[in-house]
T-cell receptor, first 116, second 117 residues
Framework: DAEITQSPRHKITETGRQVTLACHQTWNHNNMFWYRQDLGHGLRLIHYSYGVHDTNKGEVSDGYSVSRSNTEDLPLTLESAASSQTSVYFC???????????????FGPGTRLTVL | AQKITQTQPGMFVQEKEAVTLDCTYDTSDPSYGLFWYKQPSSGEMIFLIYQGSYDQQNATEGRYSLNFQKARKSANLVISASQLGDSAMYFCAMREGDTGTASKLTFGTGTRLQVTL
């Protein structure tokens, strides 16, 4: 069965360290997204990609970067981790389809990141 | 202005009763889509239902229905015959623009639903 996986599921790191969160999908979807979830804010979009070599900034992109070298993967990098980046991170993917369809996003299980 | 507003931080409903979770949205784009997701305590995000802005009828998926009132810009989720397993966080989300060119979602802050015996 197709799926979307994230690793690690839990990560503790120190302020200032570089951290990379992995996201891998086997749906063969063109679109991939990274969100962070914090109490009182719901899910907020960090970065997204509509295809290989395409990346775009979302609502809360400062301090994060992504790159898309293939269809399956969109790793999220925190260049210099800050305590404010302690959060649960979700990766999602969706297909690009013609108008009239929902193209709902399929979510990974999430990564809980703690920055000390 | 908030693009997606969920005004109910928490709701209680008795088992077997129906419950409505409110969602209002703000957009000037004539083409948009509205989604509801469920997040149980285990943390995963589960897609429930979708409504397109041009859809003439309210969407239904099993016990879930979407009460879409376009003029009021509301897209309330109705869960009929609530079950204990419906206890979860529920998020409303909106996609603005045509699906082919703009797939990102904006989420509301969520409503926590607790189903009681």
């Amino acid at each position: 069965d197709a799926e979307i996986t994230q690793s690690p599921r839990h990560k503790i790191t120190e302020t200032g360290r570089q951290v990379t969160l992995a996201c891998h999908q086997t749906w063969n979807h063109n679109n991939m997204f990274w969100y962070r979830q914090d109490l009182g804010h719901g899910l907020r979009l960090i970065h997204y990609s509509y295809g290989v070599h395409d990346t775009n900034k979302g609502e809360v992109s400062d301090g994060y970067s992504v790159s898309r070298s293939n269809t399956e993967d969109l790793p999220l990098t925190l260049e210099s981790a800050a305590s404010s980046q302690t959060s649960v991170y979700f990766c999602a993917s969706s297909e690009r389809v013609a108008g009239g369809f929902g193209n709902e996003q399929f979510f990974g299980p999430g990564t809980r990141l703690t920055v000390l | 202005a908030q693009k997606i507003t969920q005004t109910q931080p928490g709701m209680f409903v008795q088992e077997k009763e129906a419950v409505t979770l409110d969602c209002t949205y703000d957009t000037s784009d004539p083409s948009y889509g509205l989604f509801w997701y469920k997040q149980p305590s285990s943390g995963e995000m589960i897609f429930l239902i979708y409504q397109g802005s041009y859809d003439q009828q309210n969407a239904t998926e099993g016990r879930y229905s979407l009460n879409f009132q376009k003029a009021r810009k509301s897209a309330n989720l109705v869960i009929s015959a609530s079950q204990l397993g419906d206890s979860a966080m529920y998020f409303c989300a909106m996609r603005e623009g045509d699906t082919g060119t703009a797939s990102k979602l904006t989420f509301g802050t969520g409503t926590r639903l607790q189903v009681t015996l």
